[in-house]
């Protein structure tokens, strides 16, 4: 296949990893992400007011697309396919929460059959993992990585509005159980929330032999209340870290990998820092996103769409979706502007894009 056939965006980056929004929505209700609940409504009441800031602006309208707009299993393992036969190697299922969608093992299994995919994922909020992990294990999923956002079940309940720590820590000792290599669990980190975890979730890693990924909180929350000085920024969480832990550079060859990591100096667990707010990483950039109802994005930030929906279901040929496929690809955002005059946050949330 020659490197024009494949997906080559504008910048010369080649796309290898598509993830799949097999859901729009969601159990919990993550302060990072759709800010529904009183506590969070009162943390950046108290945030706005500390900082001095203008109220948040209005919040996002949520609206769960009606199920006839959602994607069947046929459709998404159909895009899946032609991705996979124009260069993608990586595919995460993802959601909203990618288990609310019934039978999602089925879709799994269907994935995991396609030749070409090498690495087949999820993310999830493991809240009901503990029920599904056997059949995803053995449909095929390869690896998950939960989102934890801290070990405390007050503050786990305050940032996801859900009693849920409980299950979401079963959910990984299952896991690490039923072979799933490596297990990882996420965090976005926000100041004056989580930010005092650091410490307890990476040691937390360590003892359990994890992939854990601190991330940087980013604009992308129905509420539209990110405030800058609530990131907490990749060097601040390393540096916190490295005063606590003997750390060594994990070897990374992947340029595209969003996290820089590195392991312990006694051997268990790893930990990455994502910082895509303070230190950009879109130049490497080789990701591409589905979402539930056909939509492609080229960028978490995207604000445009492109639908592939009437091509799949008016009858299109593959040809026709490869090279609608390859057109979408040549627009892919340069970079994102968050913390730019110019940023504009888009209207779909992460709930709706996945991770
Ligand atoms: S912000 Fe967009 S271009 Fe940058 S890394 Fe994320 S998805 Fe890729």
Known sequence: MTRSSLLVDAHGRMMRDLRVSVTDRCNFRCLYCLPETEEAADFYRVKFDALKNPAPPTPITREWKPRSHILSFEEIERVVRLAVGLG???VRVTGGEPLLRQHVETLVRGLAQIPGVTDLAMTTNGFLFPQKARALR?????RVSFSMDSLDPDNFKKITGRDGLRSVLAG???ARELGFSPVKVNAVIIRGLNDHEIESLAEFAREKDLSF???????LDSGRAWQKELVVPGREMLRRLQARFELK???QSNPSETARRWT???GRGEIGIIAPVSEPFCGHCNRLRLTADGKIRTCLFSLTEHDLKPLLRGGAPDETIEARLRE???QKEE???????DFVQPERTMSCIGG
Request: hydrophobic residues 45%; negative net charge.
């Open 264 to 266: 312990f100096a006694d």
């Open 328 to 330: 979408i690809v040549r």
């Open 249 to 251: 550079p994990a070897k």
């Open 88 to 90: 993608v190697e990586k």
């Open 138 to 142: 053995e449909a095929g999923l390869q």
């Open 213 to 219: 990924r601190f991330i940087e909180f980013m604009p």
């Open 335 to 341: 970079r994102h502007h968050i913390g730019e005059p």
């Open 172 to 174: 990984v000792d299952l």
